[in-house]
């Protein structure tokens, strides 16, 4: 016979165990914007991560942040176009080029590899970069920034 | 000038600009991730076209008409420091049309020195050489380069400053201004400093800015006001007799306005130039405005439908450009259909119907454009 304090426990068992899953649930969806955990910076606007990745100059901590592009999925590419760059890709693979014959800028080097990715931001203290938010988790060479389509 | 010295010269420059961005590209893909390596970008803008002219232009087909165009460009980012080089190549000529050395001052204002585009032309400031950038295949006559019969000066060589400042959240401000030896007038019209073969004699200054408010600092949209002024001696007998001047001083005042905002395109602006001929004991005063307004739309398929209207007003009474300037078009509309088929890739049709001094000429073109990476 299961006792009304055994019943709450395994309750409370089962929504720990639920709300745990649920977290990593979570986690697997999002797409987080990421620095190397030496770089002083602790938050980009929406303005400033399009304007880095344009290719144009921002400064952080100081010194000029290089931004990497992700493309080790599809997902990621799509996430890149809407939610970070907020241009369809060909308006945005259109003013790089323009930024290279009006301001002689260079495009951001693209990753089609997530470990590769990581391993740059993370030799990087300038790097800027998005990943999903479960490659870089418990990462201590990698810090998050914020969750991108949240400011 | 010598062919022999143009084909070491042009040997030399390709071959420096490719050695510096091969060097860089096997640089960085060894080591694309550290910060103090330098980054570059080459693009090679190309270009074919098929034409029909109901009647020819005086001075024969303009180097924009070439059957095939190259436009080679490189840009060096080194920290704060910055290379630049554009190298035109066409069936008709070549020219380093762009090289330029910079120093990021403070964020997103860099000082360059080298040859540069003046920032008074609303057209050629954001399209350059590029014409895979631009939806019409043909550029307004206003905004001509110096070989193409160009009444505006668009070569400086000299200092460049370019500046973009971020106003309130998201808006900005657009500051450009350069300074430096500027043209002489020939018998073919304006002739820049050629790098490749420099000949300072003669070239006074030419000065050139730009004020320009963004509505969206990333964005394209751009409403601004443009001024130059050019001093422009006459350096061929000829020439001068033809003009009864020895020296042209040009004061350009413009305004202009890019704006976008999908699916539709606006581009216009309007030039005043106020010109004085002058020879010993004598100045005569032109003053010449010309102007242009495209509209373009997006449609299904990836097509760009857009239409030209061009118009001047007392250029046909001005006597540097219809005497130096026989092929300067009064008047011209446009109208074309793009079809961008394949990745950086474009087919356009083109249209136009213009009016020079004493003659009306209809034209046709088809035109394959590509920018390769």
Redo the contacts between chains.
């Keep these: 016979m299961i006792t009304g304090g055994a019943l709450w426990r395994r309750h409370l068992l089962g929504i720990i165990v639920c709300l745990l899953t649920m977290r990593v649930a979570l986690a697997a969806d999002r797409v987080v914007l990421i620095a190397n955990s030496g770089n002083s910076v602790s938050e980009l606007n929406s303005l400033e991560v399009q304007k880095l990745f344009l290719g144009l100059t921002v400064y952080a901590g100081g010194s000029a942040l290089h931004p990497l592009r992700n493309e080790s999925d599809q997902l990621l590419r799509e996430i890149f176009y809407q939610d970070i760059i907020s241009m369809s890709e060909l308006t945005y693979e259109r003013r790089l080029l323009a930024l290279t014959l009006q301001q002689g800028r260079t495009a951001p080097p693209i990753y089609k590899s997530s470990r590769q990715l990581v391993s740059a931001v993370a030799s990087d203290p300038a790097a800027i970069s998005f990943a999903w938010a479960t490659e870089v988790a418990n990462d201590p060479r990698i810090k998050v920034l914020r969750v991108v389509g949240q400011e | 000038m010598n062919p022999r010295v143009i084909h070491r010269s042009l040997g030399l420059a390709l071959s420096g600009l490719l050695c510096v961005h091969v060097a860089h590209a096997a640089e ?1 893909s060894e080591h ?4 103090s390596e330098p ?3 080459f ?1 090679l803008f190309v270009s074919s076209e098929a034409h029909h002219f109901s009647e020819a232009a005086s001075n024969g087909e303009l180097n924009e008409d070439a059957p095939l165009i190259g436009d080679a ?1 490189l ?3 080194h ?2 420091f ?3 080089g ?1 190298f035109g190549l066409s069936t008709e000529e070549h020219d380093l049309e762009r090289f ?1 050395i ?1 120093y ?1 001052v403070i ?2 204002t ?1 000082v360059w020195i080298g040859r540069f585009h003046q920032p008074a032309s609303a057209w050629n ?4 050489h ?1 014409r ?2 631009q939806t019409a295949i043909t550029r307004p006559s206003i905004e001509l380069w110096e070989d193409e019969d160009g009444v505006v000066p668009q070569h400086i060589t000299g200092v460049y400053v ?1 500046s ?1 400042r971020p106003i309130g ?2 808006s900005g401000l657009h500051l450009a201004a350069g300074a430096g030896l500027g043209v002489t007038i020939q018998k073919d019209g304006l002739q820049e400093l050629n790098l490749l073969d420099p000949d300072a004699s003669g070239r006074r200054l030419s000065l050139s800015a730009r004020i320009a408010y963004l509505p969206n ?2 964005g ?1 949209s751009e409403f601004g006001l443009l001024a130059a002024h050019n001093n422009m001696p006459v350096l061929d007998h000829v020439t001068s007799t033809l003009l009864h001047a020895t020296n042209v001083e040009q004061n350009l005042y413009g305004v202009f306005a890019n704006w976008s905002n ?1 699916p539709w395109k606006i581009q216009a602006a309007v030039y005043d130039l106020e010109m004085n001929l002058t020879e010993v004991g004598s100045a005569r005063p032109e003053t010449v405005v010309a102007g242009y307004l495209q509209v373009e739309r997006l449609l299904p398929k990836h097509l760009t439908a857009y239409a030209r209207e061009e118009n001047s007003d007392h250029a046909n009474h001005s006597i540097y450009v219809t005497l130096n300037h026989p092929d300067f078009e009064l008047r011209r509309a446009t109208i074309g259909l793009r079809w ?1 088929f394949l ?2 890739q474009a087919l356009t049709a083109e249209i136009a119907k213009a009016q020079r001094v004493g003659a009306g000429n209809t034209e046709y073109r088809l035109q394959w454009s590509a ?1 390769l990476q």
Excluded: I
């Design positions: 960085d694309h991730n550290m910060s980054s570059s970008e693009v460009v840009a060096v980012n920290g704060q910055r290379l630049f554009e330029q910079g990021e964020p997103n860099v400031t954001e399209h350059h590029g895979y950038l370019d973009r959240e998201s600092y990333v394209t999908e961008d990745h950086n920018a």
